[in-house]
């Protein structure tokens, strides 16, 4: 059994959600003349890839320290949704279903392909990647309580739609932009088609549920699309933890392992050595450029 890594690079420049705290290190012993090499580190919990828990939004629910690993490791289905959803689309079930099988119970990853615009990629635009990405409406939301999924990943900022947040106030110029395609897509403005009613649903209507999510995923996740494979993600063991930064990986065998890294081989590779297909970027913005005409 190998690890194929799905999470993103941590470091200072690493961008937390919008105001939340970034990664602060600070060295408070070296080696000379300490002997050892010692840091303090401070930062939120939503920074680099993380799992949000019950209880950042769901006052009774569990901590990150309570959940069982057999609901953290788990079957998946992987699906790439770059070739439908650019900037401010909403993404439905049926684009997920008509890419890959999607079981009861499973975890489910979705790969909007704004990985490739997340601060470790060539391709770095951190108001998109955080401002701009496609998101989920209640549909997809009542379909993930129908399929009881464990949790649902997804390789941007956020599960719900960055104009189902809070960011639609903070940044209006990109609300703008995010109006009209509303307009043209679905003839409704952003505050008729996302109300008060469905704010953050992703968060607020699906914690109750137990499914959680994990957020700014990334890695090598282009070598596993539209497909099945065990994943799992690690966070802390979190006492009271709303939320924890932590390892998510898709688990292969060694024979399929060896393919994989053939196909790795021939992509081109962040600064950090992972492996991103850019014609994911490519249909992005074709999609996007079509959106925003």
């Known amino acids: 059994m190998k690890m194929i890594d799905l999470t993103i690079p941590l470091g200072i420049a690493t961008p937390p959600w919008p105001t939340y705290e970034p990664l602060q290190v600070k060295y408070f012993k070296r080696l000379a003349p300490n002997g050892a090499n010692g840091q303090l580190v401070t930062h939120s919990n939503h920074l680099g890839t993380h799992l949000d828990g019950e209880i950042h939004f769901h006052t009774p629910g569990k901590d990150i320290a309570s959940l069982d690993m057999d609901f953290l490791v788990h079957e998946a289905a992987v699906v790439d949704l770059s070739d439908c959803a650019a900037d401010y689309d909403v993404y439905t079930s049926q ?38 990405h496609p998101g989920p409406d209640r549909e997809f939301a009542d379909w993930a309580k129908k399929k009881k999924l464990r949790w649902i990943g997804v390789d941007c900022g956020s599960a719900d739609h960055p ?51 994990a957020e700014c995923l990334g890695g090598e996740m282009d070598l596993l699309l539209n497909r099945r494979v065990n994943v799992g993600f690690f966070p802390w063991r979190f006492v009271d933890g709303e939320s924890s930064i932590g390892r998510c990986v898709a688990m292969v065998e060694d024979d399929e392992y060896d393919e994989l890294m053939k196909v790795k081989a021939g992509l081109p590779k962040t600064k950090f050595g992972d492996a991103f297909n850019p014609e994911h970027v490519e249909r992005l913005n074709a999609i996007s450029k079509s959106n925003l005409a």
């Open 95 to 132: 684009m997920v279903e008509e890419r890959v099988e999607v079981r009861e119970g499973d975890i489910l990853i979705i790969h909007t392909g704004y990985h490739h615009f997340g601060w470790d990629m060539p391709t770095a635009n951190e108001i998109r990647y955080m401002v701009m």
């Open 163 to 213: 104009m189902n947040t809070i960011i639609r106030d903070w940044m209006p110029r990109q609300a703008k932009q995010a109006e009209k395609v509303f307009q043209k897509k679905f003839h409704q403005s952003l505050a008729q088609f996302y109300d008060d009613t469905k704010y953050q649903l992703m968060h607020l209507e699906m914690f109750p549920y137990g499914i959680i999510h």
